[in-house]
């Protein structure tokens, strides 16, 4: 099981052919408290950086992008009714959809956990 | 994610930054100035507990102006403010203050204020977006009858929520004795001595609370002071905005400007008779001839509070329709978000008429999806002024 980062604060943890997908705890913390959430539907066919979800915040709404180009597997309906697990658990339980990677060479562009860590530093 | 990244303007800061940064503020560019918008805590928790203690907003960001009659009368200087506001000036008694609003020719809004009657003069609280070009218009067009003096050295604060008037007491000890709009010169004690403040009983979140003016060199220890009391949270401007939204208030630039009416904009409450069709002193401010028959015809638009149906909020610039599938917008949201002590969305914006009755449901675009929301009744939580 690999964790790779995007530089719009995203994670994907990577099993097989799959990609969990969320936002990282950086971002939610930046976002403030989160009140809504909205997700792809399953079976969407998200093209790599179009909007696939939004977080809103008290004040805003942000779009979260596809970090890579799949089909959507599965979202995380917990958050509908509990969108503030990503405020408490971003980087587990509030994990947002599944993607069947479509192209596995567009993980490459992505970064690991410490290059990520010197991209928020 | 999506991340606003914007040229940093040169930002003013208040007289209470350092106090902010100190206190895990997050400063963001707001009319100009690097104001907090929310601290560590968080807007959620920052608003609820203005709704069940005590929350302390810096709004220093917004101009204060002593409007003085040259001939040393008052009521020639309230005289002199109703020739730019629909509002009976006259009638505002010393130690009391009223909402206004500055027109212009069409009847539209240059901004919304509070005028106090300080006995000798009149104080005036306008918004921080607005302050220099109100400055310029009260000089154009009152410097015949008043000095007008902008009190550039001076914070303000507000003290909003059930437990603002028990701790201000320690500090003020006739503020508990003040009604809802009562306003004037006070002293408030800290640890050091005496300020010369002023304070009114009002504010912007539907709370019970005061608002007060403390020169800028004590400003900093006063609201450390008052922030020493562990009922009181500071508060940003993010949670400013959810309280005065579930208050059914209205915020400058968004829900009125120049091109909305004080009855588009169902603000009639706020212009006496006296300045009516009929009145002692109808009329006699700008757009009086394009404002006053709407009192009897109505507007072609009115502002309406919007509770969406679902769980996602409906934001600010979403267009409104009649129904699920129509192409042609009827009306626009002004202001929208998440009502933290409703734990659902809120939002307001402007209707015909027709569809403005309370219990319709219009439909909001939001992402590509059409949202029902209902027409509702404002405030959409009650007020608790103390009147």
């Given at each position: 099981?690999?964790?790779?980062?995007?530089?719009?604060?995203?994670?994907?943890?990577?099993?097989?052919?799959?990609?969990?997908?969320?936002?990282?705890?950086?971002?939610?913390?930046?976002?403030?408290?989160?009140?809504?959430?909205?997700?792809?539907?399953?079976?969407?066919?998200?093209?790599?950086a179009e909007?696939?979800?939004?977080?809103?915040?008290?004040?805003?709404?942000?779009?979260?992008y596809?970090?890579?180009t799949?089909?959507?597997?599965?979202v995380?309906?917990?958050l509908?009714?509990?969108?503030?697990?990503?405020?408490?658990?971003?980087?587990?339980?509030?994990?947002?959809?599944?993607?069947?990677?479509?192209?596995?060479?567009?993980?490459?562009?992505?970064?690991?956990?410490?290059?990520?860590?010197?991209?928020?530093? | 994610?999506?991340?606003?990244?914007?040229?940093?303007?040169?930002?003013?800061?208040?007289?209470?930054?350092?106090?902010?940064?100190?206190?895990?503020?997050?400063?963001?560019?707001?009319?100009?100035?690097?104001?907090?918008?929310?601290?560590?805590?968080?807007?959620?928790?920052?608003?609820?507990?203005?709704?069940?203690?005590?929350?302390?907003?810096d709004v220093?960001?917004?101009?204060?102006?002593?409007l003085?009659?040259?001939?040393?009368k008052v009521?020639?200087?309230?005289?002199?403010?109703?020739?730019?506001?629909?509002?009976?000036?006259?009638?505002?008694?010393?130690?009391?203050?009223?909402?206004?609003?500055?027109?212009?020719?069409?009847?539209?809004?240059?901004?919304?204020?509070?005028?106090?009657?300080?006995?000798?003069?009149?104080?005036?609280?306008?918004?921080?977006?607005?302050?220099?070009?109100?400055?310029a218009h009260?000089?154009?067009?009152?410097?015949?009858?008043?000095?007008?003096?902008?009190?550039?050295?001076?914070?303000?604060?507000?003290l909003?929520?059930?437990?603002?008037?028990?701790?201000?007491?320690?500090?003020?000890?006739?503020?508990?004795?003040?009604?809802?709009?009562?306003?004037?010169?006070?002293?408030?004690?800290?640890?050091?001595?005496?300020?010369?403040c002023f304070?009114?009983?009002?504010?912007?979140?539907?709370?019970?609370?005061?608002?007060?003016s403390i020169p800028?060199?004590?400003?900093?220890?006063?609201?450390?002071?008052?922030?020493?009391?562990?009922?009181?949270?500071?508060?940003?401007?993010?949670?400013?905005?959810?309280?005065?939204?579930?208050?059914?208030?209205?915020?400058?630039?968004?829900d009125?400007?120049?091109?909305?009416?004080?009855?588009?904009?169902a603000?009639?409450?706020?212009?006496q008779?006296?300045?009516?069709?009929?009145?002692?002193r109808?009329?006699?401010?700008?757009?009086?001839?394009?404002?006053?028959?709407?009192?009897?015809?109505?507007?072609?638009?009115?502002?309406?509070?919007?509770?969406?149906?679902?769980?996602?909020?409906?934001r600010?610039?979403?267009?409104?329709?009649?129904?699920?599938?129509s192409?042609d917008?009827?009306?626009?949201?002004?202001?929208?978000?998440?009502?933290?002590?409703?734990?659902?969305?809120?939002?307001?914006?402007?209707?015909?008429?027709?569809?403005?009755?309370?219990?319709?449901?219009?439909?909001?675009?939001?992402?590509?999806?059409?949202?029902?929301?209902?027409?509702?009744?404002?405030?959409?939580?009650?007020?608790?002024?103390k009147?």
């Open positions: 099981m690999t964790v790779l980062y995007t530089t719009d604060h995203e994670w994907l943890r990577i099993e097989g052919d799959t990609a969990t997908i969320g936002i990282t705890d950086h971002a939610q913390s930046q976002l403030g408290d989160i009140v809504f959430v909205e997700l792809p539907k399953v079976g969407r066919q998200l093209k790599k909007t696939a979800a939004v977080v809103e915040s008290v004040k805003a709404a942000s779009d979260v596809a970090p890579i799949g089909e959507v597997l599965e995380n309906d917990a509908s009714a509990e969108p503030a697990l990503v405020n408490s658990d971003a980087d587990g339980k509030a994990w947002l959809f599944k993607l069947r990677i479509a192209d596995k060479s567009e993980l490459g562009g992505l970064m690991n956990e410490a290059a990520y860590k010197a991209h928020t530093a | 994610m999506s991340t606003d990244v914007s040229e940093a303007p040169v930002l003013q800061r208040t007289p209470l930054h350092a106090l902010h940064l100190a206190r895990g503020g997050r400063l963001v560019p707001f009319a100009g100035h690097d104001m907090p918008v929310q601290y560590a805590s968080g807007v959620l928790k920052e608003h609820l507990h203005t709704r069940a203690g005590a929350g302390l907003f220093s960001h917004m101009g204060q102006i002593a003085r009659p040259k001939s040393g009521g020639d200087a309230a005289l002199a403010l109703e020739r730019l506001v629909p509002q009976d000036i006259v009638a505002v008694a010393p130690g009391r203050q009223r909402y206004a609003l500055f027109t212009n020719a069409a009847g539209g809004l240059l901004d919304d204020l509070m005028v106090a009657n300080f006995g000798d003069h009149l104080f005036l609280v306008v918004n921080g977006a607005c302050k220099a070009a109100d400055e009260l000089r154009e067009h009152l410097s015949d009858v008043c000095t007008i003096e902008v009190l550039a050295d001076r914070a303000l604060v507000a909003q929520g059930p437990k603002a008037a028990s701790v201000l007491a320690k500090a003020c000890p006739e503020a508990p004795a003040m009604r809802f709009m009562d306003a004037g010169p006070h002293q408030v004690r800290i640890a050091g001595g005496a300020i010369a304070v009114s009983r009002s504010g912007y979140t539907g709370e019970d609370g005061f608002e007060i800028a060199a004590q400003a900093e220890a006063l609201v450390s002071g008052l922030l020493d009391d562990p009922d009181v949270m500071p508060v940003g401007l993010g949670a400013r905005d959810s309280l005065r939204l579930e208050a059914g208030l209205c915020l400058y630039g968004h009125i400007d120049a091109t909305t009416t004080p009855v588009e904009a603000l009639e409450w706020s212009v008779k006296s300045r009516r069709s009929g009145g002692a109808a009329g006699g401010f700008p757009g009086a001839n394009v404002i006053l028959p709407q009192f009897e015809q109505g507007a072609s638009r009115r502002r309406v509070g919007l509770r969406p149906e679902g769980r996602a909020p409906v600010e610039g979403a267009p409104l329709f009649a129904d699920a599938s192409s917008p009827i009306g626009t949201v002004t202001s929208g978000g998440f009502g933290p002590s409703l734990n659902a969305p809120i939002a307001m914006g402007y209707l015909p008429p027709l569809h403005a009755a309370i219990g319709g449901t219009v439909f909001a675009d939001v992402r590509g999806q059409r949202l029902p929301l209902r027409v509702s009744e404002m405030p959409f939580v009650p007020h608790n002024y009147r």
